[in-house]
């Protein structure tokens, strides 16, 4: 039973953008520190963004500047907008709370070279 729900990843040309969707289903998004990972093929998770409940934002260096999350309350929704992706973005996306030990099916991005 997935707590958040992951959703928009697709096919993209290089330098082109998506917006990334994590639906809370039985967790809110608001509660805590959401983040944000990803996982490319043979590699480990990487952090690349945290959402506090006041609103401050952290980003890892390799997305800094490209990528932006954001939150919609009433929708329970947390968002991340990527940009400007080269193919060293593809990977698949999760979602989770801060501190969570567990993981959803995630949404693949692929950034075609």
């Known amino acids: 039973q997935a707590q958040f729900v992951e959703s928009g990843g697709d096919l993209v040309q290089p330098g082109g953008s998506l917006t990334l969707s994590c639906a809370g289903a039985g967790s809110s998004v608001s509660a805590e520190s959401m983040t944000w990972h990803r996982q490319a093929p043979g590699k480990a998770r990487e952090w690349i963004a945290t959402?506090?409940?006041?609103?401050?934002?952290f980003y890892a260096d390799s997305v800094k500047g490209r990528f932006a999350v954001s939150r919609n309350e009433d929708k329970n929704t947390v968002y991340l907008q990527l940009h400007d992706l080269p193919p060293e973005d593809t990977a698949t996306y999760y979602c989770?709370?801060?501190?969570?030990?567990?993981w959803g099916q995630g949404t693949q991005v692929t950034v075609l070279s």
């Open positions: 989770q709370r801060h501190g969570a030990t567990t």
């Open positions: 959402l506090c409940p006041g609103g401050a934002t």
